[in-house]
């Protein structure tokens, strides 16, 4: 994988973020999670900013996002909203794993800053956490 690629695979992992937060949160309000939920939405609508600002800069055209991402379902009670924001946690960090992979220097270092970040929020919405963020799951 390229870097280009992993930045891309990236961006189109911050669209669903985006959008399955709005999920998130529109459940979680009013409950003391809510700000946490904010709080997650407005760092992954910034870093699909960076990272379309930085495909851009690289020359090519930045991934679309979809109109609708599949969440696994409805999410009826705060406590599928929670484990939703888990999922889309564990799911960033793989991309950022990827991203640690491909990237060069800042890259690699943006990759690595928000691939610990992304362990902390999937701890704090799940009360786990792999060992290995963002990699496979051994036996």
Request: hydrophobic share 45%.
């Amino acid at each position: 994988m390229t870097e280009l690629d992993a930045l891309q695979a990236t961006l189109a992992g911050e669209h669903a973020a985006v959008y399955a937060y709005g999920v998130v949160g529109a459940r979680l309000e009013g409950r003391p999670e809510q700000r946490a939920a904010r709080s997650a939405y407005d760092t992954h609508r910034q870093r699909r900013s960076t990272l379309a600002s930085m495909i851009t800069a690289a020359g090519a055209t930045p991934v679309a996002a979809a109109p609708a991402y599949d969440v696994g379902g409805t999410v009826p009670t705060a406590a599928a909203a929670r484990a939703l924001a888990g999922r889309v946690e564990h799911g960033a960090a793989q991309t950022y794993a990827d991203l640690v992979g491909a990237g060069r220097d800042a890259t690699r270092t943006m990759g690595s800053t928000w691939l610990a970040d992304a362990a902390v929020r999937e701890a704090g919405w799940t009360g786990a956490v792999p060992t290995f963020p963002g990699l496979p799951a051994t036996p």
